[in-house]
């Protein structure tokens, strides 16, 4: 009955007795129901750091049928779990069975993935290359200039991105993400390098670049990163300890052992703790513990992002997502 009593004792369970955490969660979704947007979204937390994808589907999936405020980040969040569990009934459940419970423009959103995944992505290129309405909404918005870029089409991807900036009918966070994605698709990453010599990063900047490092792996631009952090001066907050986070990240996947050494000190110092799980991330990089998961590391790293947890997942998870076929640059 005590709402912050309960989660507290979830999120404890969670680090050692999921099973016992699922079922506090869960007590916590039927008896607080005023509270499940915010229940949802740290229990599905827990379920990502710690790889555990078939429950986290049913618990996505549930939340895109009942919480429309939050919908986009839920569709979102099934999108990359369904494409690592390689299974898409929940996908098909949605569309179908309860197409009465989603707007038509989410049934087409989910039968575009569906239909990109089952390579058909030529049928439904003229609606993807096709300017949305203004009331389209920002995920619709951002859901077709990546998949766009998935299937080879970054120039229409990035005339639609301009558009949509434009018209502001796109977040800020996402039209840069957007942005960096389509300049390696057109191998400009000179254009970030630039951007990164020419003026500073804040913490949010420097978490979206690094989970774009670990898709992109580029040395030049890493370098070009870390002279850039040197003179940003990040305040010491919370912020700046989640883009830190993501920095160890991305030194990790590139396999720079002393620039990782020098996230890892300056994460010390940020926490003013010793944070011995720091070990653990280094051992993971450079294979010391043949046979470690992500799973084993990112339970212990409470500033990592989730879109970097997502970037992760789909760089080093056992059974990564198939790429989608692309279908080629036009004439």
Known sequence: RNYEAGLELAQLMALGQPGVADRIFSALM?????????????WFRFLLVQGRFEPAVGLVADRVAQDPKQRPAWLHALFFLTRHTHDERPL??????????????????????????????AKV?????????????????????????????????????????AAKRIADADAFRL??????????QDLLRQRLQQSPVNARELDLICVHLVRHPDAGLLDALAAC???????????????????????????????????????????GARLPQLETVT???????????LENLLPGLP????????????RFDDSPPAVAIKLGSPP
């Not at 009465?100 to 039968?111: E, G, R, T, Y």
């Not at 300017?131 to 005339?159: C, K, M, N, T, W």
């Not at 051992?283 to 043949?290: D, I, N, T």
């Open 303 to 314: 500033g990592v992002s989730v879109d970097m947890v997502y970037a992760l997942y789909d």
């Open 229 to 271: 952090l040197d003179r940003s001066r990040l305040p010491a907050d919370a912020a700046s300890f989640a883009g830190y986070t993501s920095y160890l990240m991305a030194c990790g996947t590139a396999k720079d052992w002393a620039k990782l050494h020098t996230a890892e000190a300056k994460l010390r110092e940020l926490s």
């Open 92 to 121: 098909q459940d949605l569309a179908t069975a309860r197409t009465n419970a989603l707007p038509p423009a989410d049934v087409a959103l989910i039968n575009t993935e569906l239909a990109i995944r089952q390579g058909q992505g």
């Open 30 to 42: 039927r008896d607080h129901p005023a509270r499940r947007t915010a229940t949802a979204e740290t």
């Open 283 to 293: 051992a993971f990089f450079q294979g010391k513990e043949p046979g470690a998961k």
């Open 179 to 188: 942005r960096l994605d389509i300049a390696a698709a057109l191998g400009r």
């Open 125 to 165: 290129l003229p609606g993807l290359a096709a300017p949305l309405p203004d009331d389209a909404g920002p995920f619709p918005h951002y859901f077709q200039v990546s998949r766009l870029i998935e299937l080879g089409r970054a120039g229409d991807a990035l005339a639609l991105l301009d558009r949509y900036g």
